[in-house]
């Protein structure tokens, strides 16, 4: 007989044993065995100055999959991934080397898929899952030569494993089209959203927060140009992320921003977690992200689980982080990705229409009660690592 209790979400939560109750099933004392999974990140997971949505997601389900039966085995590589260096290489290698042939293996993509050379043979003896938290070609101000070659690579390793796994519908449509997959091989484990206290905000309109790595993908240049188009309204703006990954951007963007005479309103505050990024959000009005790609945007939902709208571009997986409201309100305003007019236009309806305000502010609340938890995402996970193959198989 299955156990099963109720998350913090709502969610059934499977195989799940409370603590009180481990090694006691059916009135009898059994000792409660847990399978294992090989989870191999980058290095930097767990770097405080380096935040990302998939270090987040990646630390996350490594609490919540013991509950759905899967102890992790962490195993953090160190590199400059996806192209590592001899180092690396070796590092990786060896990790997987070491494991035995049979070993269920979750492969972070960041890692996995630009060296097909060293995780292909490997795939062949190993139970092997890879989880992709985005397309490495769709990295943003990538030489054209690299991404080709990136997006070559990550073929190639994606192919040859019996499952991958994508953190967004959109992402899995995306991967089964562009790299020739099965359908029944990809699968979605979408990130989940701790409930967190309503953002009581500044004012209501005036405090706008984007929290996002400050890198060309992100696209915060799009949104200094916005903001300079409204700047007679009176907004202030947090860009909350590390600064870290791409140092050039970082500086064209703070030359941005004293070129338009915003420095007094527009704040580069270094990456934040923990109460401080807490108290960015319960100080936020409005959530604004102007991603050139996303394969989902745990952004917005962290936004939207504290009741705070959000203003996002239409990309990828960001409508379906977004979402709707039980009575099908939409929280959040989409614009085109190629258009920071649109971003100053709908910041002005934002700032002028107390109605549209009011309006998102009761869809984002709606959303709020309906967003899933990390339960979720880990059973989702469970779910593909249970029926990962058990002999060997070849590549796609």
Not at 16 to 37: C, E, F, K, W
Not at 59 to 79: I, K, N, S, T
Not at 121 to 129: G, I, M, S, V, Y
Not at 165 to 180: C, E, P
């Amino acid at each position: 007989m299955t156990d099963t209790t109720i998350d913090r979400a709502g969610a059934a939560r499977l195989d799940y044993v409370p603590p009180q109750a481990a090694s006691r099933r059916n009135d009898g004392i059994i000792p409660m065995s847990l399978r294992t999974v090989h989870f191999v990140m980058p290095g930097g997971v767990d770097d405080p100055a380096a935040p990302s949505g998939g270090n987040a997601y990646d630390r996350r389900v490594c609490l919540d999959l013991p509950g759905f039966g899967w102890q992790v085995d962490r195993h953090a590589v160190a590199g400059d991934w996806p192209r590592p260096g001899a180092a690396a290489r070796t590092a990786l290698a060896r990790t997987l080397g070491e494991l035995p042939d049979g070993a269920v293996v979750l492969l972070d993509g960041l890692v996995a898929c630009g060296v097909p050379e060293i995780v292909v043979p490997q795939a062949r003896r190993l139970r092997t899952a890879v989880l992709v938290h985005l397309p490495l070609g769709d990295e943003t101000g990538l030489d054209p030569a690299v991404a080709a070659d990136l997006d070559v690579r990550e073929r190639a390793v994606l192919r040859a494993v019996p499952a991958v796994i994508a953190t967004s519908d959109w992402a899995v449509r995306r991967l089964v089209s562009h790299h020739g997959l099965a359908p029944d091989r990809v699968h979605a484990a979408a990130p989940g959203a701790d409930t967190a206290p309503l953002a009581p905000g500044t004012d209501g309109v005036s405090r706008l927060l984007c929290v996002a790595a400050v890198t060309p993908r992100k696209g915060q240049h799009r949104l200094v140009q916005a903001l300079a188009a409204v700047a007679d309204l009176p907004w202030t703006c947090a860009l909350v992320g590390g600064t870290t990954q791409d140092p050039g951007y970082v500086a064209h963007l703070r030359s941005l921003i004293r070129g338009h005479g915003l420095e007094d309103r527009l704040e580069l505050t270094g990456p934040r977690s923990g109460t401080a990024l807490d108290a960015s959000y319960a100080a936020a009005d409005l959530m604004v992200l102007t991603s050139y790609a996303e394969t989902y945007g745990m952004a917005v939902t962290e936004a939207l689980a504290r009741g705070i709208p959000v203003l996002a571009t239409d990309v990828g997986g960001l409508p379906e982080a977004v979402g709707r409201a039980p009575d099908g309100s939409v929280p959040g305003i989409l614009v085109p990705p190629e258009d920071p007019g649109a971003i100053a236009s709908e910041l002005r309806c934002w700032f002028g229409e107390a109605d549209v305000r009011r309006r998102l502010k009761a869809a984002a609340r709606g959303r709020r009660a309906a967003l899933g938890g990390w339960a979720s995402t880990a059973q989702s996970l469970a779910a593909v690592l249970r029926r990962l193959p058990t002999g060997p198989r070849r590549a796609a």
